[in-house]
């Protein structure tokens, strides 16, 4: 079954940078699609960055000039690197995926929109003061 394991999250003073990574398992398949959501606390889950097995990438608008989301695949895990962190940006972070043979962007920004991975790991906390 499919295993996401998060890492890196910590707490960091605005301006500062973070590199979450999340160890992925148990997907054998040519197509799919990794994901970072984020959630603060009172608000609703977020889709900040997805990518697929062709490596297109897509982000949320408020985040993609300060966040960029890559897969090393010979390891499997997913990397968010989080650049000029903002208060705002505070929140639990989790690694998603969706083992689907729908990628390519509209499926990406469909994922990132709805928020509806199959697939979720345990999240890490970012706290940006």
């Known amino acids: 079954h499919v295993q996401l394991v998060e890492s890196g999250g910590g707490s960091v003073q605005a301006g500062g940078s973070l590199t979450l990574s999340c160890s992925a398992s148990?997907?054998?398949?040519?197509?799919?699609?990794l994901g970072w959501v984020r959630q603060a606390p009172g608000k609703e889950r977020e889709g900040v960055a997805a990518i697929d097995s062709d490596g297109t990438t897509r982000y949320l608008d408020s985040v993609k000039d300060r966040l960029t989301i890559s897969l090393d695949k010979a390891k499997n895990i997913l990397y968010l690197q989080m650049n000029n962190l903002k208060p705002e940006d505070t929140a639990m972070y989790y690694c998603a995926a969706d083992l689907t043979v729908y990628v390519g962007p509209v499926a990406l920004e469909r994922l990132l929109s709805d928020v509806d991975f199959g697939y979720w790991g345990q999240g890490t906390q970012v706290t940006v003061s």
């Open positions: 148990g997907y054998n398949r040519h197509t799919y699609c």
